[in-house]
């Protein structure tokens, strides 16, 4: 079977259920997936960040109150709003925080596809205590921002894609993150899950003002090719609210959106990539191989690193080092998110 043939079957899979598309965290199995085949593409072009706001006065958090307790108190919950600085929509942030004396850690938590906040506050249930993993984390001493990206969950706004104006959104919310007197803003991660990695590089690309520390990355698609698994479409579907329906021909869209291009210009102390055995969409591990050698190519990153691997190594679709299909956020976003914290 040819290599568009094989995109172009696996890509009507995800788009029959991509209502939700490149959700963050699916506890299922993976979508089926063929053996993987070695795919090419165009050399990419390192473009300049541009159109970013303002950040010399920092945002601020928008009614921001307490909505309980959680561990017997050993994490304090607070929800509320950050105006997003482009399109004025107000987007939810839910802040979960230790109750021991800081400042901590500070770490945001980025959904993927279409999806919101909302999934990093749901019971895993794959875990002993059933917790969410929002309260697992601020029980490790950090400070955890969840959010909704524009149009998702309650957050208001058109659905962005994670395109400048979700970027921007989140910038803002680091910013006002960082100014909290419970925080170290020296000490701040992002983690991304899926699609994600589309608004985590976004903004480490176009805010390096912000300084983060450090980036997870699970399984994130690195380019327009990835995310729409193998450019299938001439034209986008109706009434099907996914970042993979869209054309890979039209560049305007995707000039804002392929995190290949923004990782070569960062800034950034460590970036950690996450790639299982199985990945949750693609049919290959190419995209995580296109992420590894952009960041590698970058200077301004002198910490890469994939799963277990070799710090700053390339790898081949025969090399990667890839690990088991287990529950990603607590076998391995988290231990991550720990460690290198305390770089």
Known sequence: MNTKLLYGIIALLVLTIASLGYMYFERSEPTPAPTPTTTTQEPLETQEPTDTQDLSSPAEFIDMESTGTELGGAVSVSSGWIENPTTGDLQSVR??????????????????????????????????????????????????????????????????????????GLAAIIAAAQALPQTDPD???????????????????????????????????SSRFYTTVGCPRTQSRAGITSPANFQCDDDA????????????????????????D?????????????????????????????????????YT???????????????????????????
Do not use: C
Request: glycine letters at 8%.
């Open 95 to 168: 802040l979960y925080e230790p109750s021991s004396p800081g400042p901590h850690p500070l770490v945001i938590l980025i959904p993927g596809g279409s999806g919101d906040g909302n999934a990093f506050e749901r019971p895993n249930l794959d875990t002993a205590e059933q917790l969410p993993d929002a309260i697992n984390l601020a029980h490790e001493e950090f400070v955890v921002v969840v959010y909704s990206p524009l149009g998702t969950g309650e957050s208001e706004g058109e659905i962005n894609y994670q395109g400048h104006d979700d970027q921007d």
């Open 187 to 221: 000490n701040t991660g992002l983690a991304s899950f899926s699609y994600g990695v589309t608004g985590a590089a976004g903004v480490l690309a176009r805010y390096p003002e912000l300084g983060v520390k450090y980036w997870s990355d699970w399984e994130g698609p």
């Open 278 to 314: 199985k990945d949750h969409v693609q049919p290959t591990h190419d995209h995580t191989l296109e992420m590894l050698d952009g960041a590698l190519a970058n200077s301004n990153i002198p910490w890469v690193r994939v799963n277990n691997g070799e710090m700053n190594a390339s």
């Open 253 to 276: 869209h995707w000039a804002e959106r392929e995190a290949s291009i923004f990782i070569q210009s960062l800034s950034l102390d460590y970036y950690w990539r996450i790639q299982e």
């Open 317 to 343: 679709a025969e090399t990667l080092p890839t690990v088991t299909n287990l529950n990603h956020f607590p076998v391995y976003a988290m231990p991550h998110i720990i460690e290198l914290s305390q770089m």
